[in-house]
């Protein structure tokens, strides 16, 4: 079963302290991973699309990093504005659909 | 350049009742994706809509239906309403032979 898995569920930091969020799939056949930030009561907002393993993309602190079974979200040098969850999709390569993780909730600590 | 917008923002219904949620796509797109979301959960797929079709569906009850008009526009209905169909719901578009999907800010749907 395709199954998308996002940890931990919450983290709060220190402003500046860095962290990674991580995404593990399990998945049939990937055409791509897909991070997104969504604030409280919005929709989501899209980061980043990752296609191959060992692909970076980099948006002012995020950065974000595709392996055969997993992503990770980097953030670097956190400010209270980055504070949202971030969720993580998959789309398969048999059809357009995305399956979601949970999210991780990040808040930010001035 | 207006992004995905959907109406209304939030909706008060209860049980048994049907009800209609709408979404105008991002300019230039022509497909759009529902998706429920529960609190504190990701996004579910519902379907999704190209040239005014249902081209793929996710694990929901007929009671979910939709539909997409000539201008890429589309309208979610949900028949008799249950409680645990409370949820956001939100309305992704994107071009068919692209697949980033931008989503609107939802409709906050409460069934009592």
């Known amino acids: 079963e395709d199954q998308v898995t996002q940890s931990p569920e919450a983290l709060r930091l220190q402003e500046g302290e860095s962290s990674s969020l991580n995404c593990s799939y399990t998945v049939s056949g990937l055409r791509g991973l897909f991070w997104y930030r969504q604030d409280p009561g919005k929709g989501p907002e899209f980061l980043f699309t990752l296609y191959s393993a060992g692909e970076e993309k980099e948006k002012e602190r995020l950065k974000a990093t595709l392996t055969k079974k997993e992503s990770f979200l980097h953030i670097t040098a956190p400010k209270p504005e980055d504070s949202a969850t971030y969720l993580c999709?998959?789309?398969?390569?048999?059809?357009?659909?995305?399956?979601f993780g949970t999210g991780t909730s990040l808040t930010v600590i001035p | 350049d207006a992004g995905v917008t959907q109406s209304p923002t939030h909706l008060i219904k209860t049980r048994g009742q049907q009800v209609t949620l709408r979404c105008s796509p991002k300019?230039?797109?022509?497909?759009v994706s529902w998706y429920q979301q529960a609190l504190g959960q990701g996004p579910q797929f519902i379907f999704q809509?190209?040239?005014?079709?249902?081209?793929q569906r996710g694990n929901f009850p007929d009671r979910f239906s939709g539909h997409q008009f000539p201008n890429y526009s589309s309208e979610l209905n949900v028949n008799a309403l249950l409680l645990g169909d409370s949820a956001l719901y939100l309305c992704?578009?994107?071009?068919?032979?692209?697949?980033?999907?931008?989503f609107g800010a939802g409709t906050r749907l409460s069934v009592l």
């Open positions: 992704a578009s994107t071009h068919w032979a692209k697949n980033i999907q931008y």
């Open positions: 300019s230039g797109h022509d497909t």
């Open positions: 999709a998959v789309q398969l390569n048999t059809g357009n659909q995305f399956y």
């Open positions: 809509y190209y040239e005014e079709e249902e081209r």
